[in-house]
């Protein structure tokens, strides 16, 4: 009788560990999940991925990975997920980064995605993104060229000296955008803007 008893606990016990687990799968929670080099939490419901962070504000997000392409989607259990965003903090302070490759399906960076990437020289953000968080790029010294899509106006490295035209089309200027740009002269802002984000000029002497 008792092994009986003990059977039927250890049962119940891998039952009830088997049946959570796919509850918390089929509920839509957020989990971390390694594909390649990169962490992704998934979205069971919509069955989409974000980009993460390996170490949260640490140095050592990511150490050693020079490169980095964003895929379409990753398959984790046979399921698939689209890879529709980079979320908060996922590249911050990866020193080591410098060329990303984002793909064309992705639609939103978040908050300092890429906060202190001091060596990243070559990035593009594909049209379909449509919110880039505050100061996404913040601290990027390395980056030449103002980087923007037809949505949003993202970053201008704080080394450009003289005016800007920000180009037609352009809805949103994300917050930090223009942070600390101090020799910038002027900034002419087309009739398409309808937004600008927190803290989009600080730090430079005239706004527009």
């Known amino acids: 009788m008792k092994k009986c008893i003990l059977l039927f606990m250890t049962l119940l016990t891998i039952s009830s560990v088997s049946a959570q687990t796919f509850d918390l799968y089929d509920a839509g929670m ?9 962490y992704y939490t998934l979205d069971t419901v919509n069955n989409t991925a974000t ?17 980095v392409t ?47 990437c001091s ?4 990035v593009t953000i594909p049209n379909n993104v449509t919110m880039v968080g ?9 980056l030449r060229m103002p980087l923007y899509n037809q949505h949003v106006f993202a970053y201008m490295p704080e080394t450009y ?3 800007y035209v920000i180009p037609d089309g352009v809805k949103v200027i994300a917050g930090a955008a223009f942070l600390r ?15 600008i984000k927190y803290a989009a000029f600080n730090g430079c002497i005239i706004y527009w």
Not at 51 to 67: A, C, K, P
Not at 86 to 96: L, M, P, T
Not at 135 to 141: I, V
């Open 134 to 142: 505050n100061s996404a790029f913040t601290g990027c010294r390395s």
């Open 30 to 38: 957020y989990i971390p999940y390694k594909v390649g080099d990169l």
């Open 51 to 67: 980009v993460t962070y390996e170490y949260l504000r640490s140095s050592e997000n990511y150490s050693g990975l020079t490169s």
């Open 181 to 195: 740009c101090s020799k910038l002269t002027s900034v002419v802002i087309p009739n398409t803007t309808t937004e």
């Open 161 to 163: 000296s003289g005016a």
């Open 70 to 116: 964003i895929p379409d989607f990753v398959t984790i259990y046979g399921r698939r997920f689209n890879v529709v965003a980079i979320g908060e903090c996922a590249f911050a302070h990866c020193a080591d980064l410098k060329v990303v490759i984002m793909s064309d399906k992705l639609r939103s960076i978040g908050n300092s995605a890429f906060f202190e």
């Open 119 to 122: 060596n990243l020289v070559s």
